[in-house]
C-alpha cells in the first residue's frame, strides 16, 4: 500500500482486499504509516455512511485520527468525538497596531493573573459564568458519577485556558494590525462527558454483539443513551464556545489597560472536535470533526500552527470531498513522550527569541517545540483546494498552560 501524495482533491488510500470498510480521502502528503492505519481501521466501522476524509494535519489519535471527519446516519462514535468536546478556536482582530503596544511583558503578566490554564481554575464562579450555568443547566446530569460536576466546579473552571496545545496570543497580521488569538475546549466537564459515553457505549455494543472496538464503540439512534450523549455533547460545546468568549475578554481587558481605547473589529469563533447533523449528498448525517474545522463556502475559521510559528485566517471553499472540513493546525510528528527526548529547552528558547512568552516554562513546554508537528506551511499547501487564506498571524506575545 502506498501512501497518498496529498494532491488536491484529496487521494483514495488503497483498502488491502478482505479488508472492507469505505475508504479513506486523504490530503496529507505527511502521513505515517500508523496513522494511515489508524484511519484504515476507522473506515471498516459498521455505522459510517461514507469514507473517512483525512486533513493535512492528521496524526495518531485515541480511538480515531485526529485530523478526521467522519460521517454516520442516526449512528454517533463517542471517541471520534474525543475528551475535549468543543475544543477550538478563537481569533479577534482590534483597531490597533502591534506597533503600538508597548510594554507587551505587562500585557502577558495581566493575562497570566486573569486566565487559570491547565490544572488551575478560578477561586470563585465569575457572575458571566453563573449566569450562562443557570440559563444552560447540564442536560440529564444525573446521568453523569457525582462529585466533579457541580455548578460550583464547573463554573469555576469556565473562562479558564487547558493545558497541552492550548494557548493565547497576540499577534500581528500583514498589515501590522493587532489579533487576539486564543485555542482551548470544555475543560473538565467535556471530558467526564466523553469519558462516561465512551465506556457506556462500550457497554451497548458489548451486550448488542455489535461489531466495534472499543475504542470506536458507538450508539445507534435507537439506542436509550443516543439523545442524552448528544443533549450533552451540544451542551458541552456551548460551554467551550463561551469559555472562549469569557477568555478572549479577560485578554481585551489586559489590552485597554495599556493601551487605552482598543475596539473589537472582526471575530471568528470555531470548534474543531465536535459534531454536528449536516446536509451532504441529499442527506442528514452527523458529521464528527476531530481535529477539524468546518469550511463551507465562505465560512471563516482559525488554523494555527505550532508553538513559535504562524497561524491563518481562513475561508472555506465547501469542497464535498472533505465534507466542507479543513485541518485544524499543524497536526504532530512526534509524541509528547518522544518530544521531550529529542529536544531541549535551550532549542526551544532560540525558537522564542522574538517573542515574549514565560521562558521559565522552557523545560515544560519541551513537547510543545515546533518540530514535534508539521510544518504549517505545508499543511496549508495541501488543502489549497478546501480553504483560501485571508490573513497570516505572527505571534508575538505566548502564552500557554504547562
Known sequence: MELSNGTPGGSLLEIPRGYGGVGVRNW????????????????RSPVLAGP??????????RGATVGSVIITHRAIIPAAVGVDIGCGMIAALTNRRMGDLEHPQ???NKIRRGVPAG??????????ASRWLEENP????????RGKNSPARVGKQMGTLGGGNHFVEISSDELDRLWIVLHTGSRGIGNRIATYHMAAAAQVCARKDRRASRDLAYYLAADSLFNVYIDQMLWAQSYAWRNRELILDVVWKALRRRMGSVELVDMINCHHNYAA?????????WV??????????GDRGVIPGSMGTDSYIVQGLGNPLSYCSAAHGAGRVHSRNQARKRFTAEQLTEAMKDKVWEQHKARRLVDESPWSYKPIEQVMKDQEDLVVS???LVARINYKGA
Open 106 to 108: 505587562g500585557v502577558l
Open 52 to 61: 473517512v476524509a483525512l486533513m493535512p494535519d492528521a496524526h495518531l489519535g
Open 119 to 128: 490544572f488551575n481554575w478560578h477561586q470563585t464562579v465569575s457572575r458571566d
Open 390 to 392: 485571508e490573513h497570516r
Open 288 to 297: 464528527t470533526r476531530k481535529g477539524a474545522i468546518r469550511a463551507g463556502r
Open 28 to 43: 496529507a502528503s505527511i502521513l505515517d504509516h500508523k496513522t494511515r492505519d489508524q484511519a484504515l481501521v476507522t473506515s
Open 277 to 285: 447533523d449536516e446536509r451532504h449528498d441529499g442527506r442528514t448525517l
Open 138 to 145: 447540564i442536560p440529564h446530569a444525573r446521568q453523569l458519577p
